[in-house]
C-alpha cells in the first residue's frame, strides 16, 4: 500500500480563520514533508519531519505551524493567511532509514483558497 | 548548486507512439538520486521512476525507462506505447541539497504532455 491521505480535498478560508491540514500515511515511513505548489509551478518544499522530529523549515512564514503527533500523522495548522497562500498544499512521505532511492509518495493534496 | 532544467514546457504525442521528456541536472555531489514524477489535472504527484547515480543501468518501470547519460548530465523520460491517460505534467526532479535519508526534492518546471487520440 503505497498511499497517503491527505483530509480536506478543499478549503477555503477567511484570513481570520484557523484550519488545519491533515496528513496520514500507514507505509511506516518515518519522514514525511509539506510541499506548496503554486498553479502551473513545481513543489516547493515547506517542512520536513524525520523520526516525528522537525528537521527542516525552508523558512516559511510562522502563520504555518506544522505538527506530528505520531509517526503516521502530520498537521498543518494555518491561522491568518493571506490570500497570496492561496495553492495545492501536498503531504508526501519516505522511508527515513534506508540507503536507496526513499523516493517520496505524494498525497492528493489540499486545494486550499484564502478569502 | 543544485539544479534541474526542463526545456520544454509542452509536448504532443500521438497515442501508441513514444515520447521523450527531457531533463538535465546540476549538482557537484557525486552521489545523488533523480526521479520522475507525474501529475494530473487531480493534482496528486505520482512517483514514476528513480535513478542512482552509480546505477550502471538505465532505469525501467513499465512503460517509462530512463535514459540516463551522466557524463551529459541528462536524465531524459521515455514513455512508451503512448496512452491517453498519460496526458499530465511531468516533473524531473533531483535529492536536495540536504541529502540522506531526509532528502527534500529539487524539482524542474515541468512539462506538461498532452496525448493525442
Known amino acids: 500500500d503505497t498511499e497517503v491521505t491527505q483530509t480536506p480535498k478543499h478549503l477555503v478560508m477567511g484570513m481570520t480563520n484557523k484550519k488545519s491540514l491533515k496528513c496520514e500515511q500507514h507505509?511506516?515511513?518515518?519522514?514525511m514533508y509539506w510541499y506548496k505548489q503554486k498553479a502551473k509551478k513545481p513543489p516547493e518544499l515547506m517542512f520536513v519531519?524525520?523520526?516525528?522530529?522537525?528537521?527542516i523549515n525552508e523558512s516559511v512564514p510562522s502563520r504555518f505551524s506544522p505538527e506530528c503527533p505520531n509517526s503516521s500523522l502530520l498537521n498543518l495548522h494555518l491561522h491568518a493567511l493571506q490570500p497570496e497562500d492561496s495553492a495545492l498544499y501536498l503531504c508526501?512521505?519516505?522511508?527515513?532509514?534506508?540507503?536507496?532511492?526513499?523516493?517520496?509518495?505524494f498525497g492528493p493534496g489540499t486545494r486550499l483558497t484564502v478569502t | 548548486a543544485q539544479k534541474i532544467t526542463q526545456t520544454q514546457p509542452g509536448m504532443f504525442v500521438q497515442e501508441k507512439e513514444a515520447v521523450t521528456l527531457d531533463c538535465t541536472y546540476d549538482?557537484?555531489?557525486?552521489?545523488?538520486?533523480l526521479f520522475w514524477y507525474k501529475q494530473p489535472s487531480s493534482g496528486e504527484m505520482i512517483f514514476l521512476i528513480y535513478?542512482?547515480?552509480?546505477?550502471?543501468q538505465n532505469a525501467t518501470e513499465g512503460r517509462y525507462s530512463l535514459n540516463f547519460q551522466k557524463a551529459r548530465k541528462s536524465a531524459n523520460l521515455v514513455i512508451s506505447a503512448s496512452q491517453l491517460g498519460d496526458s499530465a505534467m511531468y516533473f524531473c526532479?533531483?535529492?536536495?541539497?540536504?541529502?540522506?535519508?531526509?532528502?527534500?526534492?529539487?524539482f524542474g518546471k515541468g512539462t506538461k504532455l498532452s496525448v493525442k487520440p
Open positions: 508526501a512521505s519516505s522511508h527515513g532509514n534506508t540507503e536507496g532511492s526513499y523516493e517520496q509518495y
Open positions: 507505509m511506516g515511513h518515518r519522514a
Open positions: 519531519y524525520s523520526y516525528e522530529k522537525l528537521s
Open positions: 549538482t557537484s555531489d557525486q552521489s545523488y538520486g
Open positions: 535513478q542512482g547515480s552509480y546505477d550502471e
Open positions: 526532479a533531483m535529492r536536495g541539497a540536504y541529502g540522506g535519508s531526509q532528502g527534500n526534492l529539487i
